[in-house]
């Protein structure tokens, strides 16, 4: 086991590395102008441009800005944006607002998602089963660009149930509509997921066996089918965080959450390197932690996978 | 049983503490009546909050709360003295600013001459890299402040400039002193208004001539509203009444100035009460706005202006017949009706109705539309068979030019197609390489209210957004000349006899006036909006 984690740590890193220099790597490729990026539409003046210029080392080549911004991770720091912002502190202000928006996601997509797959699932060709057939494939096939504003009209605007926009440190309820529109997606998706699996270990010997010994209903259900019909949508949740975060580029920016992915919008519009490699570095290893977590609980639900 | 433990144990603290993050902290301030009420603006995240280095809407809007400028400007967009006593000239050369009596700095710091000039000499040297720096220019002594590397791209550095002090300013007594300018300019005066010749306090410097760090978290100034609290990025920025501003007082308590990263979150907002005033009605939104906010749903005159600009340097474009028969087979008003549902102005002048001097229909009978005229005068004059309109993609242009498409296909049976660049930096460099790009978009936003603002930077042959080449002496002089001229009208006449020349050549093609569009809460009332898109602080009321 410790070996094991060793080694996905040590591919943790790598992966860090590649992933920091492709993006760097992009972002400089896609450098035509950074200055006049974000100035938008003004002319900048020759002198403010050579100034701004060697204070980020805009004209020297990629390989040379990416081993300044390394040799500052290194020491701990992270760079300043284009803007003269902290990037450190930009990540710090950034990320509760982000992580807070996906846990919420992921509880509520979780919750609702295989409760309803399990009860659709045991329920198999019911009512039930149907109208969440319906409403999950309604809800996979509206993509939030689309769905973001309209919740946004509806349960904001028109009916006030929610506040229309979260903005910076939200309150729980604040958060509440965002969150169920960032995991509306994931919530079709665990509960069809669920729901399959579900359906398959019912008809498993093991589910046979454990009725033929006489067990109650609720101890099949709970603990032999329910426990291993978990294991796919456990190993889709762990992948779909990063979907998640994505997503949350379009959430944040309808409900005005500055965080991660307002962040990363901003910094892509205005070509700002160092900003967007702060980001998407810590992504990685987001993704990568949450990759090393779902591994771990595979562990925990099936016995029978032993890792050496 | 022993891999199991383990596993669990190691995932818990992660999972513990992603959860630990997602419970935080809330709590929301009651409203307030008037007239102690607090309004709050949507702005975007400001880039700085440096007076020399401030030139978006945004770090302007707070700005203009924090500082009390030189001159304001009247209903007729001429300047008027603010927080100077007088500002004088005989010659528009020399020119006298004193200032009233009586205000201070935020921190209780008298404002004196020097709070200007060492603001001014801040913004100007070069190694400061200030975005408004360019507007010292006319100052003597700024080339001294400026310095150009030797080689000019790396590897050598540029040497520091010879001064760091621009030698035109010049204190008299501590409230008085003297701008010398480089030559006489009679627009001056109306240049003091803009954000980049507000004074700073001496607590904005660590030492001479170097910005204290931190003073961009807290600015002080000179204004109506002193910071209440620190910069909240990407959050908030709160302001408060200064009680020591002996200008006119504010009729409310204080300002939040409430960040968004996209204008829809905030239209939701002012929809549902939850925001105050929107400086800019989303385009998406700009259609149903009217019935969405009703009375509330506002719109005032704009500085900005649009053009379609002709690469002159490229033979297709060389000849003005050709660029006026263009002009003329677009039917603006159509395109201002079906695209821009009548939030825009159609321009068939060079500069814009908020100027003084300013005259319509200078363009003459290029800018009105008529297809049949358009169509015998472009084969005459042998224009193209084929033209591309570039433009950049992330402006939301794209309608309006291929609208322009198809009406310079219907009306002068050409191929015409919209090309779209993924920024307009991305067009500028494109253009500055005098690649083909064919025409192109680009926008006007007044710095002044002079007709020079528009005339000199965009259409002079060393103007500093001239990207298409033009370059007329006759036109160059007579700019130059207004400048100089003795008093406004006089200038005036200059400037209005260069325009007459523009109509001639028709180096682009005037298409749109804009307007300002915006909205507010049930909350408030007399929001009105300059034409810098800042909202008026002194005239904004809360409705308890």
């Known amino acids: ?308 | 049983m022993q891999v199991r433990r383990f596993a669990a144990l190691a995932a818990l603290p992660v999972v513990t503490s992603l959860g630990l993050v997602a419970c935080g902290q809330g709590g929301d301030e009651a409203s307030e009546s008037n007239p102690s009420a607090i309004v709050s603006i949507e702005i975007a995240e400001p880039q700085h909050l440096v007076p020399t280095n401030t030139n978006e809407t945004s770090g302007s809007q707070v700005l203009a709360a924090l500082f009390a400028p030189l001159v304001s400007y009247d209903e007729a967009n001429k300047p008027v003295e603010d927080a100077a006593e007088s500002i004088s000239s005989t010659d528009n050369t020399v020119w006298t600013i004193k200032l009233k009596d009586g205000y201070t700095f935020h921190n209780n710091e008298k404002v004196t001459a020097d709070s200007y000039i060492n603001a001014w000499n801040y913004g100007a040297y070069a190694p400061n890299a200030q975005g408004n720096s360019y507007f010292f220019e006319k100052i003597a002594g700024y080339a001294d402040l400026q310095s150009t590397d030797p080689d000019d791209d790396g590897p050598q550095k540029a040497p520091a400039p010879k001064a760091n002090k621009l030698s035109g300013l010049a204190k008299v007594d501590d409230l008085t002193f003297t701008v010398t300018l480089s030559a006489p300019y009679v627009d001056f005066k109306t240049m003091l208004g803009y954000t980049a010749f507000y004074p700073l306090p001496a607590a904005a410097f660590s030492s001479e001539g170097v910005l204290a760090e931190g003073y961009e978290e807290a600015p002080i100034g000179n204004g109506a509203f002193k910071m209440n609290g620190t910069w909240q990025h990407d959050a908030k920025i709160e302001v408060a009444v200064y009680d020591g501003f002996p200008g006119e007082k504010p009729k409310i308590a204080g300002v939040e100035f409430r960040i968004y990263q996209q204008l829809t979150a905030a239209y939701a907002d002012v929809q549902s009460d939850n925001l105050d005033v929107l400086r800019t009605i989303p385009t998406e939104n700009i259609t149903t706005a009217p019935t969405d906010l009703g009375d509330r749903y506002a719109t005032s005159p704009a500085s900005t202006f649009q053009f379609l600009a002709f690469p002159t340097f490229q033979p297709d474009f060389a000849k003005p017949e050709v660029r006026k028969a263009i002009s003329m087979a677009i039917d603006r008003d159509e395109i201002i009706k079906s695209v821009f549902k009548n939030s825009q102005q159609s321009a068939r002048s060079f500069v814009s109705p908020v100027v003084g001097g300013y005259r319509e229909d200078t363009c003459g009978a290029s800018c009105q539309f008529n297809a049949a005229n358009a169509k015998t005068a472009y084969t005459a004059a042998g224009g193209p068979a084929t033209i591309k309109i570039s433009y950049n993609g992330d402006g939301g242009h794209k309608d309006w030019v291929d609208a322009t498409c198809n009406q310079l296909k219907t009306n002068l049976g050409i191929q015409c197609t919209g090309v779209a660049e993924p920024k307009f930096a991305d067009l500028l460099s494109k253009v500055e390489k005098k690649q083909d790009v064919g025409m192109f978009r680009m926008g006007w936003v007044m710095d002044y209210p002079s007709m020079e603002n528009y005339l000199g930077p965009i259409f002079t042959t060393k103007g500093s957004s001239n990207y298409y080449g033009y370059s007329n002496p006759e036109f160059d002089a007579l700019v130059a000349e207004g400048t100089k001229a003795a008093d406004e009208e006089a200038a005036i006449a200059k400037y209005q006899a260069a325009e007459d020349i523009l109509a001639v050549d028709m180096p682009v093609i005037p298409l749109r006036f804009g307007q300002n569009n915006f909205g507010y809460s049930t909350k408030v009332r007399n929001v009105d909006l300059d034409l810098f898109q800042r909202i008026d602080l002194h005239k904004i009321e809360a409705v308890s």
Do not use: C
Not at chain 1, 36 to 44: C, K
Not at chain 1, 160 to 176: E, S
Not at chain 1, 205 to 222: E, F, M, Q
Not at chain 1, 267 to 296: C, H, K, Q, R, Y
């Open chain 1, 1 to 308: 086991m410790i070996r094991y984690l060793v080694r996905r740590l040590l591919q943790g890193v790598l992966t860090f590395f590649g992933a920091t220099f492709v993006v760097y790597a992009l972002m400089f490729a896609n450098q035509d102008n950074p200055l006049q990026a974000l100035a938008g539409e003004r002319p900048i003046s020759e002198n403010v441009r050579q100034a701004l210029t060697e204070r980020y080392h805009l004209d020297e080549p990629f390989i040379i800005q990416y081993g300044y911004y390394m040799q500052g991770l290194f020491q701990g720091d992270f760079g300043t944006s284009l803007t003269g912002r902290e990037i450190s502190e930009l990540l710090e202000n950034a990320w509760p607002n982000t992580a807070r928006l996906a846990v919420m996601a992921v509880i509520f997509a979780a919750l609702i998602g295989i409760v309803a797959g399990v009860v659709a699932g045991i329920r198999r060709a019911s009512i039930f089963d149907h109208t969440t057939l319906i409403i999950t494939l309604v809800l996979i096939s509206i993509p939030i660009v689309v769905l973001a504003p309209l919740m946004q009209l509806f349960f904001g605007v028109e009916l006030r149930w929610f506040p229309a926009t979260a903005g910076a440190n939200p309150t729980f309820y604040a958060l509440m509509l965002p969150a169920m529109v960032l995991g509306a997606g994931s919530l079709a998706t665990y509960s069809r997921l669920t729901r399959t699996s579900v359906v398959e270990n019912l008809r498993a010997d093991y589910v046979r066996t454990a009725k033929a010994k006489g067990l109650t209903r609720n101890r099949v259900i709970g603990v032999h089918v329910l426990r291993n019909s978990l294991i796919p949508v456990i190993t889709y949740i762990g992948v779909d965080l990063g979907g998640l975060m994505a997503g949350a580029i379009v959430t944040e920016g309808v409900f005005n959450i500055p965080g991660v992915g307002s962040q990363l919008f901003r910094g892509i519009t205005t070509e700002d390197g160092p900003l967007v490699v702060g980001f998407v570095s810590i992504l990685v290893i987001i993704f990568i932690l949450a990759n090393l977590i779902v591994d771990l609980l595979y562990a925990v639900l099936d016995p029978r996978i032993r890792y050496e």
